[in-house]
């Protein structure tokens, strides 16, 4: 079965500064994996995705991140923060094997301060 | 834009109460989701659907049913409600299995069981 391990429960980062969500996967083959961001009072929205290919995987609002089979990893990262990214943060496995049904991290929150 | 919309935002029952929590998308998408979120837990699939009056138990589904009875709508059902379903449950959908077809979330609903 899938997991998704993600250390970090809350991350607090001044604005401008840049930032960086751990992710590591627990699956046997080549995993599909996702992150996601929810805003206070809003559903989940993707940030981005990947399945194959390039290994450093561009999404919106500024975010990137970057698979690592070695070490079982797809973190996060944001160059320079914006008021606007505090959140919580969501990473998300799925496998063929699996339907492709999504299991999802815990979560980072993010805090931004001034 | 597209939309899944759930029909309560905060909704309080008292133990022992059948739950009906509704959930509607306007992209004609065939798969349909219900999670809940708990802090520290993520996001945990309780039920899914693939097509009309199809269904799928997901990772945690006891004390839960599901209807879907039109394409369109997802509904889950807590036949008899307990304080340890007190959680946010979110609904979302996709158009097909395919893991490149993101998830689109409604807002949730917050459902406190007294």
């Known amino acids: 079965a899938q997991s998704v391990t993600q250390p970090d429960i809350h991350i607090t980062v001044s604005e401008g500064a840049s930032l960086e969500l751990r992710c590591n996967y627990s699956?046997?083959?080549?995993?599909?994996l996702f992150w996601y961001v929810q805003s206070p009072g809003q559903g989940l929205q993707l940030l981005l995705k990947y399945f194959s290919g390039d290994t450093l995987v561009q999404g919106i609002k500024g975010f990137e991140a970057e698979f690592k089979r070695s070490q079982s990893s797809f973190n996060l990262r944001k160059p320079s923060v914006h008021w606007s990214d505090a959140a919580e943060y969501f990473c998300?496995?799925?496998?063929?094997?699996?339907?492709?049904?999504?299991?999802f991290g815990a979560g980072t929150t993010v805090t931004v301060r001034a | 834009d597209v939309k899944v919309t759930q029909s309560s935002r905060y909704l309080v029952k008292r133990t022992g109460e059948k739950v009906f929590l509704e959930c509607v998308q306007d992209m004609d998408h065939e798969n349909m989701f219900w999670y809940r979120q708990d802090p520290g837990l993520g996001l945990r699939l309780i039920y899914f659907s693939y097509d009309v009056k199809m269904k799928e138990k997901g990772d945690i589904p006891e004390g839960y049913s599901v209807s879907r009875e039109k394409k369109e709508r997802f509904s889950l059902i807590l036949e008899s409600a307990s304080t340890n379903q007190t959680s946010m449950y979110l609904c979302?959908?996709?158009?097909?299995?395919?893991?490149?077809?993101?998830?689109?979330f409604g807002s949730g609903t917050q459902l406190s069981v007294l």
């Open positions: 699956y046997g083959a080549t995993p599909y």
């Open positions: 979302a959908s996709s158009s097909s299995g395919s893991p490149n077809e993101k998830l689109f």
């Open positions: 998300a496995v799925g496998a063929r094997s699996n339907d492709y049904k999504l299991s």
